[in-house]
Nanobody
């Protein structure tokens, strides 16, 4: 399975971005977004089950929303009220596979 993440970029604090992850085929498992900030360990940001149940790391609760479209083999991460500390490379993960990452930079 190939996972292609997109949607990263440069945004000012308080702004929004929507990350997308396209899978090359159906993934009948949980999907997740991880992130890795410069000099820090990789962090699990959000997960979504096949049925749509979601979980978030405390630091993004109320600001980020993970969703999926199983018919289109897509997973999304809507990021609102972005903060400089959200700056990181974001990775889409599912079925044991990792995407290549997309860089999100939040300026203060």
């Amino acid at each position: 399975v190939q996972l292609q993440a997109s949607g990263g970029g440069l945004v000012q604090a308080g702004g929004s971005l929507r990350l997308s992850c396209a899978a090359s085929r159906s993934i009948f498992s949980n999907m997740a977004w991880y992130r890795q900030a410069p000099g820090k360990q990789r962090e699990l940001v959000a997960t979504i089950s096949l049925g749509g149940s979601t979980n978030y790391v405390d630091s993004v609760k109320g600001r980020f929303t993970i969703s999926r479209d199983n018919a289109k083999n897509m997973v999304y991460l809507q990021m609102d009220s972005l903060k400089p500390e959200d700056t990181a490379v974001y990775y889409c993960v599912g079925g044991g596979f990792w995407g290549q990452g997309t860089l999100v930079t939040v300026s203060s």
